[in-house]
């Protein structure tokens, strides 16, 4: 594959679907957004990386609860591409477009190419450069979307400009799946655009797989980290992609080994027609309770729900404290703490 493929007719061509299951996936497609590149073709005979990007029947059955913005972004959203849920932090989403489409978005209804507005105006952009001006609590502004580093160098570089104009704001982090899904898109001028003087720049990886971190995927990162911009990881949770803990365990490893620090670990949220890829709370705390004390810590993400309705997140990892005052070891045998002399 030399280009992204963005209809089932070339998923069909490039033979990662059936061609015969192409007029029932049309009802997906016409819903949700497709967008497979070059780096996530060549990957498909493994079956967790097929599960987050080809289109499934299973997406258009819809269960009670599931939202069309499970996360309440738009509750909080004083102005048009800000959210504004925690004090110190807001998101900027400068664009609603990525380089390629989850299965399981809690945004894939704001995303793609049917997508509203697919990317922000220049006024639209300048009034919410303003909201973030005019609130001195905000520390951190976090550029989300759609991908962030789908933009232009040139573009990235004046947003960037502008935030690094703001004194109050001291952080600004990026939250991308572009170095693993396509990391020839991670160039200098790419890395260049994302400095900031005077202010700590990250850049957040969503990477769900080992196989995602491909040689060609963490030499992109190594761009980033080398250029001095600190690297974090986020995953997602997902029935029959990661949720077996030796590929959780896999991936985490993976991404220490690339000089990203594992950061969170996402509950499945209530997108509608995700529910096929969503696990259970009890299932997801038994995954981190068999990496605890096999896995280094500082592989160990937190392991968090976003509550819906836009609440926030909150950890959700297993419980190691018992009754009357014991605490379980990483082998579920209990201790008294303080230890009885």
Same mark, same amino acid.
């Given at each position: 594959m030399t280009r992204t493929l963005r209809t089932l007719p070339a998923l069909a061509? /490039?033979?990662?679907i059936e061609a015969q299951q192409l007029p029932a996936l049309e009802r997906v497609a016409a819903q949700y957004a497709v967008a497979v590149t070059p780096a996530m073709s060549e990957l498909m005979d493994e079956p967790g990386i097929a599960r987050q990007f080809l289109p499934d029947l299973a997406e258009l059955t819809v269960l009670p609860g599931e939202d069309a913005d499970p996360v309440g972004d738009l509750s909080h959203m004083p102005t048009e591409g800000? @959210? $504004?849920?925690?004090?110190?932090r807001a998101l900027l989403k400068v664009t609603h477009t990525c380089a390629v489409y989850c299965r399981f978005c809690f945004r894939r209804e704001m995303v793609g190419p049917t997508a509203e507005v697919p990317a922000l105006s220049a006024q639209a952009? %300048? /009034?919410?450069?303003?909201?973030? /001006?005019? !609130?001195?609590e905000i520390w951190e502004v976090i550029l989300t979307g759609g991908d962030p580093l789908v933009l232009?160098? !040139?573009?990235l570089a004046a947003i960037m400009g502008r935030l690094a104009a703001i004194d109050h704001v001291k952080v600004i !982090?990026? $939250? %991308?799946?572009?170095?693993? @899904? =396509?990391? =020839?898109? @991670? %160039?200098d001028a790419l890395v260049s655009a994302l400095k900031a003087p005077g202010k700590a720049v990250y850049v957040a990886l969503h990477a769900n797989h080992p196989s995602e971190l491909t040689p060609a995927a963490r030499a992109a990162c190594a761009k980033f980290v080398d250029a001095g911009i600190p690297m974090v990881g986020q995953t997602v949770l997902l029935k029959g992609v990661n949720d077996d803990p030796a590929v959780l365990e896999a991936l985490l490893r993976a991404m220490v080994e690339t000089r990203i620090k594992p950061y969170y670990l996402h509950h499945g949220d209530l997108a509608r027609g995700t529910s096929h890829l969503r696990t259970t709370l009890a299932e997801g705390q038994a995954v981190m309770r068999e990496l605890r004390g096999r896995l280094s810590g500082l592989a160990q993400p937190t392991y968090v729900l976003d509550i819906p309705g836009g609440h926030g997140k909150v950890p959700v990892g297993p419980d190691y404290l018992g009754h009357d005052g014991e605490v379980e070891d990483p082998n579920g045998t209990l201790h008294p703490y303080p230890p009885k002399v």
């Amino acid at each position: 594959m030399t280009r992204t493929l963005r209809t089932l007719p070339a998923l069909a061509q /490039a033979g990662l679907i059936e061609a015969q299951q192409l007029p029932a996936l049309e009802r997906v497609a016409a819903q949700y957004a497709v967008a497979v590149t070059p780096a996530m073709s060549e990957l498909m005979d493994e079956p967790g990386i097929a599960r987050q990007f080809l289109p499934d029947l299973a997406e258009l059955t819809v269960l009670p609860g599931e939202d069309a913005d499970p996360v309440g972004d738009l509750s909080h959203m004083p102005t048009e591409g800000v @959210v $504004h849920r925690y004090p110190d932090r807001a998101l900027l989403k400068v664009t609603h477009t990525c380089a390629v489409y989850c299965r399981f978005c809690f945004r894939r209804e704001m995303v793609g190419p049917t997508a509203e507005v697919p990317a922000l105006s220049a006024q639209a952009l %300048t /009034a919410a450069i303003a909201y973030i /001006a005019g !609130r001195p609590e905000i520390w951190e502004v976090i550029l989300t979307g759609g991908d962030p580093l789908v933009l232009s160098p !040139r573009r990235l570089a004046a947003i960037m400009g502008r935030l690094a104009a703001i004194d109050h704001v001291k952080v600004i !982090r990026l $939250h %991308t799946r572009v170095p693993a @899904v =396509d990391p =020839d898109a @991670v %160039t200098d001028a790419l890395v260049s655009a994302l400095k900031a003087p005077g202010k700590a720049v990250y850049v957040a990886l969503h990477a769900n797989h080992p196989s995602e971190l491909t040689p060609a995927a963490r030499a992109a990162c190594a761009k980033f980290v080398d250029a001095g911009i600190p690297m974090v990881g986020q995953t997602v949770l997902l029935k029959g992609v990661n949720d077996d803990p030796a590929v959780l365990e896999a991936l985490l490893r993976a991404m220490v080994e690339t000089r990203i620090k594992p950061y969170y670990l996402h509950h499945g949220d209530l997108a509608r027609g995700t529910s096929h890829l969503r696990t259970t709370l009890a299932e997801g705390q038994a995954v981190m309770r068999e990496l605890r004390g096999r896995l280094s810590g500082l592989a160990q993400p937190t392991y968090v729900l976003d509550i819906p309705g836009g609440h926030g997140k909150v950890p959700v990892g297993p419980d190691y404290l018992g009754h009357d005052g014991e605490v379980e070891d990483p082998n579920g045998t209990l201790h008294p703490y303080p230890p009885k002399v």
